[in-house]
């Protein structure tokens, strides 16, 4: 059988992988309060870095010396909800993640690919492997620093941003992401479908 080539001689292109967006899945563990219908999530972890040069510019001898100074690391990290019906432990997300004297950990997991069984794909006849991965970015000692509200008389729908610093910021990736953590109190928070 004679060898096939592309047809503009280019590398091959091969199916690396899938994943379904119905099938993923964004968690927030570690409040203990139910968060609502959340639309948006973001996270943003910011070191300072300084560049020194020295006067001397290395004796003109074609290569300048250049030092790297690194400051103080910092975290933000924005929620944006829609309030609604599922929005009952509103004021308790407040007091829990609000209060300046006792900062929380909030773990972020997000999980995706085909695993279901009916997102099953076929080639010729034979099954691919389902694909998909996870992550988890745990936050430690968030505090929130504002919370903002707005609504519109186009649709009446009551859109809050919260805003949160943290301290430092982790990551798990593979088996070990999506691990709960303990809530305020003892026990394990469930983790809290956004």
């Given amino acids: 059988m004679a060898a096939s080539n592309g047809i503009y001689e280019r590398q091959q292109t091969v199916h690396a992988g899938s994943f ?26 910011a070191q300072s870095i300084a560049r020194v040069f020295d006067v001397g510019n290395g004796n003109l001898t074609g290569q300048v010396p250049v030092w790297y100074v690194g400051g103080r690391a910092q975290g ?57 991965g996870k992550m988890s970015y745990t936050v430690k000692a968030a505090v929130i620093t504002n919370v903002g509200i707005t609504v519109g008389a186009q649709d009446m729908l009551i859109n809050e941003n919260v805003t949160l610093m943290f301290a430092n910021l982790t990551c798990t990736s593979g088996a070990g992401a999506g691990t709960a953590l303990p809530a305020t109190g003892g026990g394990t928070a469930p983790p809290i479908l956004v």
């Fill in 76 to 132: 933000q990290a924005t929620i944006a909800r829609i309030l609604g019906p599922k929005n009952t432990s509103l004021c308790d997300f407040y007091s829990r993640m609000g209060n300046v004297c006792l900062p929380q950990d909030l773990t972020f997991s997000f999980s995706a690919g085909c695993g279901n069984s009916s997102y099953a794909q076929s080639s010729g006849g034979a099954a691919v492997p389902a694909s998909g």
């Fill in 20 to 45: 379904a967006s119905d099938s993923a899945v964004l968690s927030v563990a570690g409040t203990g309060v139910e968060l609502g219908i959340v639309q948006n999530v973001q996270l943003s972890f």
